[in-house]
């Protein structure tokens, strides 16, 4: 049994390997330039054609055995509650090889629309310039309007594309759903069957009961797995690096561009050498993007506990505050009240340290906190060099706290972001290396993959 989930587990690796280099070269299909004389132009167009086959088709093998996976899963546990296959391990597992099957089509619809629009443009311009050459008697007016209807054609196709690519992900978000409930359902029912024979008489109550509560059951069910759940991805683009002037607009942006959580940076000049804001722009934002988007808001301040009601006030969700700031102030009294008065005040609680700080300074608190935030730069400013040693905190921190989120920030990138994921971070904050990067989407469905794919191991 464990061979076989072994097996499909491999396969899916391996699926998954080829998956992503075939995508690294399709990727590269999408630098071509704009000019209609480009003389690859057909041999480009071949080379999509085949990899848009060869990877649709990898897609498909994928998500067929992440679906043998599920009906593995499914078909073990009604061998009963202690099958191997009903420990939120397995559980786990199945749900990250989705995620990672869900980020690659993503990934592969969106360069495929984008490069399907390049090579578009680049044989419309070769065709117009062929116009052109062939039919001077055409007027200016006459060529104009013919470029300007197929640049309307080719925005209509675009947008259809792109359409069809939402409907695509929103199909396999279903299809997702409908797999956790199938398996859940399977456990469910499986327990019922073991209570109806020990008493038989209670058979037909129940069978009514369970008609008429199948529904809340799925529901109930989707609920339980989603809880029992351990880790995520969880990418925090900083808003220090946005343009300020334009801030619920750069928030707006990144929320768009898929960021999970909104990573705000408190300074008070006091704690570090640069000044930003304090709760009435967290409550401006919060009026301005609605109750639904998370504020991890990060106190890099003297006096955390001054600043948690006016925080929790002004509508932040997580706050972050310096174990040094508050053990110069207070000592360990200090850290646990700052603790409690962020919990009553409903949002969650992180503690932080800064890179010259050790570790154990904050492991007596592990236990009653949210997330560690491990700084990899001195705190204060953005766009300063990721320090990779920091990662030895990070690994110490996951051996030993499985389910504790634990985030990075400072200096993180595309470039190091399978460092700090082996590691063991599950939370990226990401300045420069997501606002200032062309196709921030693309920057953060592969943050997501990495720490995904470090998940699963
Ligand atoms: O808190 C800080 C710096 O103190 C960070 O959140 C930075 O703002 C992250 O920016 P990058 O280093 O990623 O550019």
Redesign the pocket.
Known sequence: MAEVWEDLRKRARSLENTIEAKLASFNKLNTGNNQGTNPGLSSRQSLFERLDSEINTLITELSSINDEMADHIAHHSTLGPSSWTSTPAVQHTLRRHRDILRDYTVEFNRARSNIRSQLDRENLFSTSSSFRDKDESLGLNNRTKISDYALKEHEHISSTDRLLDEQLGMASATKENLARQKISMGGISVRMQQIARKYPMLNSVMQKIQTRKRRDTIILAGVISSSMSALRPIICP?I??ADLAMLGKECEKMLAYGADWL?L?VMDGHF?PNLTFGPPLVESLRKQLGPKPFFDV?L?VSDPLFWVKPMASAGASSFTFHWEAAYEKGGDGEVKEILKSIKENGMRAGISIKPKTPLEKILPYCEQIDMALIMT?E??????KFMEDMMEKVRHLRKNYKNMDIQV????TVDNIDVCATAGANVV?????IIKAADPTAIIEKMRLSINKALLN
Request: proline fraction near 4%; glycine fraction near 30%.
């Open positions: 900083s220090l690096n990573h940076d570090v990060h890099m730069v705190p204060g400013f953005g766009g300063q920030d400072g200096g993180v904050v990401s300045g420069t290396g």
